[in-house]
């Protein structure tokens, strides 16, 4: 397989080398979350699930579903 192994924040995430791939505009979208506490969170089209990812690990409490 061609497979690309990428650090973020801690988080280990293996990735296709063509094909989508998360880039910075995820991690710009991820950036703009600023609530206190979140119960819920829904990643709708979720593409390599890396601001999903992100949130379940800000907010630890919280439920996360990724679609």
């Given at each position: 397989?061609?497979l690309?192994?990428?650090?973020?924040?801690?988080?280990?995430?293996?990735?296709?080398?063509?094909?989508?791939?998360?880039?910075?505009?995820?991690?710009?979208?991820?950036?703009?979350v600023?609530i206190?506490?979140?119960?819920?969170?829904a990643d709708?089209?979720?593409?390599?699930?890396?601001?999903?990812?992100?949130?379940?690990?800000?907010?630890?409490?919280?439920?996360?579903?990724?679609?």
């Amino acid at each position: 397989m061609n497979l690309t192994l990428d650090t973020i924040r801690y988080i280990k995430l293996y990735q296709n080398k063509k094909g989508y791939r998360f880039s910075v505009d995820a991690l710009l979208l991820y950036s703009f979350v600023n609530i206190h506490r979140a119960y819920r969170i829904a990643d709708l089209g979720a593409g390599s699930g890396i601001v999903g990812i992100l949130l379940a690990k800000k907010y630890h409490d919280s439920e996360v579903a990724l679609i």
